[in-house]
C-alpha cells in the first residue's frame, strides 16, 4: 500500500529524481543501506557529503569549468540573431538561484 506524500515530501522526491541517480549512487555505495523510497536519509547524506545546509543548494551557485573537445568536435550552435557560434572555452554550468537575483 502507497502512503501520500506531503507536499514538502513530493518536491524533495521530485528534486532528488531530476538530480541524483538513485540507482548509481547506490551501486558505488554512496546510498548504501539506503532504499529508494529513504528520501531524507538520501537528502542528509548529500548535504553532509556536499556540506548544504539544506539539499536545494545543489545547483544554485553556478560552476565555470574547461571543457575539452578532440579537434573539430566543440560543439556549435546558432545565436538568436541567426550567427553560427561555438560552444564557449569556459561553460557556466547551474547557477539556477543567480537567474532570480
Request: glycine share 8%; aromatic share 16%.
Amino acid at each position: 500500500m502507497n502512503k501520500k506524500l506531503s507536499e514538502d515530501d513530493r518536491i524533495l522526491k521530485e528534486f532528488l529524481d531530476d538530480h541524483f541517480d538513485f540507482y548509481t549512487l547506490r551501486k558505488v555505495g554512496f546510498f548504501k543501506g539506503l532504499k529508494k523510497s529513504d528520501i531524507h536519509q538520501q537528502a542528509e547524506r548529500i548535504c553532509k557529503f556536499f556540506g548544504y545546509e539544506t539539499l536545494y543548494e545543489y545547483g544554485a551557485k553556478a560552476i565555470y569549468a574547461h571543457i575539452s573537445y578532440a579537434d573539430g568536435h566543440r560543439p556549435t550552435f546558432v545565436k538568436e540573431n541567426g550567427q553560427l557560434e561555438q560552444t564557449p572555452f569556459v561553460e557556466k554550468f547551474g547557477g539556477w538561484m543567480e537567474d532570480m537575483l
